[in-house]
């Protein structure tokens, strides 16, 4: 797939991958559109990349609300006349202790991760289908695979996403509409820099977002990396559960 003048829609374009694919994207000619709860760094962007070629907009969105995103995507496709690519990017991680266990933040986390990006999806399959071509592009995690200790609700929340997205891949296919889930590892960005243990194999913010890009132009169905860091995620979920517990624990 060429990339260039595609209308694409991205979430979470603020920061981290998300801002990181949408400069690379902008390079490529692509007329962009980015929904956010932040629009400050998106504005200026927008202000900063929007050529004669390609149109760049910024839409102030909380994609935990499902009437602002149908809204936002409303206008999307009003100015750009249709969305062929989503790159549902938006998402939250909150570690905690056990001892501090909050149903409300696990009612967060799945707000963003998991009902904001099926909002997008619901208010882009009516076109989609109508016209028989579309791209989704969910993010989702390596921590799909093991509830790690402290961030349970992230990894909980990540295996609902990669579940979700396969199913649509596996329907949507008659309908010539492509689903493509991306997994990274650990990449630096502001919500892994929060993080408070070893991140085995971290990898730089551009070289993610060169990766994705790369897998959308192959039209692939999962984009996943480092290499090593699947290996280990693909090992932990076959191992049994007293040993997965050891080495949980121990880390």
Known sequence: MVLQDKNILITGASSGIGFEISKQLAGKGCNLAFLNRRTEITDKFTNEHSTRKNKIISLKCDVSRREEVLSAVTQVKNIFGKIDIAILNSGISKRFK????????????????????SYCIEALLPDFIKLKSGMIVGISSLADG?????????????????????????????????????????VKTPMTDKNEFQMPFLMKVDKAAEIILKGIEKEKRTIQFPAPTVFGARLLKIIPDFIFDKIAERT
């Open 98 to 117: 056990v001892e501090n266990f909050d149903s409300d933040f696990i009612r967060q986390t799945f707000e963003v991760n998991v009902l904001g990006m």
């Open 146 to 186: 093991r509830g790690f200790p402290k961030s349970g609700s992230y990894c909980a929340s990540k295996a609902a996403v990669t579940l979700l997205l396969e199913s649509l891949r596996i329907e949507l296919k008659k309908h010539n509409i492509k689903v493509i889930t991306v997994k990274p590892g650990f």
